[in-house]
């Protein structure tokens, strides 16, 4: 079993950057992919970035693309989300998940993913 937990949600003003941390417990983390996803009110799961379990691949939707880099340290079982140039419409709550894989690729549907973490809130300012 693994545990995430996302940390560095907060509120921001437009044009600003944060930088969200997703910590996963256990010692498998490198057989993980991982993703960021984000959710607003009465909308579905959207997926955001990706990354491979060794790091080496990763893609971001086209809506942040410029804007978000995903990356992972798998020394220190964590995956990050760099977002800068904040914009209203990034504002949703972001969620980190992973999924055991053998593979070297990256995942875009929810439904995908084995472990979710509980999601930390993102508001960006006009």
């Known amino acids: 079993q693994v545990q995430l937990v996302e940390s560095g949600g907060g509120l921001v003003q437009a044009g600003g950057s944060l930088r969200l941390s997703c910590a996963a417990s256990?010692?498998?983390?490198?057989?993980?992919?991982m993703g960021w996803f984000r959710q607003t009110p009465g909308k579905e799961r959207e997926f955001v970035a990706g990354v491979s379990k060794s790091g080496g691949s990763t893609y971001c939707t086209d809506s942040v693309k410029g804007r978000f880099t995903i990356s992972r340290d798998n020394a220190k079982n964590t995956a990050y989300l760099q977002m800068n140039s904040l914009k209203p419409e990034d504002t949703a709550v972001y969620y980190c998940?992973?999924?055991?894989?053998?593979?070297?690729?990256?995942?875009?549907?929810?439904?995908?993913?084995?472990?979710w973490g509980q999601g930390t809130q993102v508001t960006v300012s006009s």
């Open positions: 998940a992973g999924k055991s894989t053998a593979l070297h690729a990256i995942f875009v549907r929810p439904t995908e993913y084995d472990y």
């Open positions: 256990g010692r498998t983390f490198g057989t993980y992919a």
